[in-house]
């Protein structure tokens, strides 16, 4: 089955507490990219990534790292959590030959930092 | 980033009623696509939508692209407690890679 993985799907944190949320594909996508979900503020994009080796800033970078080793993993990084980074978090994968970015999107993971 | 509007913001109708939620920029997209998420999971992918003034049925949802390509359009008829969710449109502007996502239409539909 065609599907993107999140680990975990649920975390409480505290503060400054280093933590990785996991990304994993199974389409062999190209392209993979990081959201966070907040009531009133939408999906807005951390990072994504077009290839191995290749990532660039989203809209709201400050705080998190990725890294993307491998095509079909792309792990979130919270150095050091802040409350502010309690949110919903999903990964997504898609295709790029056509240029339309279709995203499939994991089951989220809801992450809450004290 | 592009600013992308959604409107309305909410919607709560009863079963059988039609409804049209809007997507609307400033700015010509080269794509725009359309998601619907329940409660818990992750956005799913409805429709992209690719040539100014296409139209797109499933089953009884009808998705229009506008013919400038700035606005697009969802329009669902005989609505059913099955259509409740957040309503998503993404847009891809010129040759870039990052998709921008309106705030979305958080539908109710009652029985």
């Known amino acids: 089955e065609a599907q993107v993985t999140q680990n975990p799907r649920y975390l409480i944190t505290v503060t400054g507490k280093k933590l990785t949320v996991t990304c994993s594909q199974n389409m062999n996508h190209e392209y993979m990219s990081w959201y966070r979900q907040d009531p009133g503020l939408g999906l807005r994009q951390i990072y994504y990534s077009m290839n191995v080796e290749v990532t660039d800033k989203g809209d709201v970078p400050e705080g998190y790292k990725v890294s993307r080793k491998e095509k079909r993993n792309f792990p979130l990084i919270l150095e050091s959590p802040s409350p502010n980074q309690t949110s919903l978090y999903f990964c997504a994968s898609s295709q790029t030959d056509r240029g339309l970015y279709e995203q499939y999107f994991g089951p989220g993971t809801r992450l809450t930092v004290t | 980033t592009q600013l992308l509007e959604q409107s309305p913001q909410f919607l709560s109708i009863q079963e059988g009623e039609n409804l049209t939620v809007y997507c609307n920029s400033s700015?010509?997209?080269?794509?725009l696509q359309w998601y619907r998420q329940e409660p818990g999971e992750g956005p799913v992918l409805l429709v992209t939508?690719?040539?100014g003034g296409e139209v797109k049925k499933l089953k009884r949802l009808t998705f229009q692209f506008g013919d400038a390509r700035k606005d697009s359009s969802l329009h669902i008829t005989a609505a059913q407690p099955g259509d409740t969710g957040l309503y998503l449109c993404?847009?891809?502007w010129g040759s870039g890679y990052a998709l921008n996502f309106g705030k979305g239409t958080s539908l109710l539909v009652t029985p």
């Open positions: 939508v690719v040539t």
């Open positions: 700015s010509v997209f080269s794509s």
């Open positions: 993404a847009g891809v």
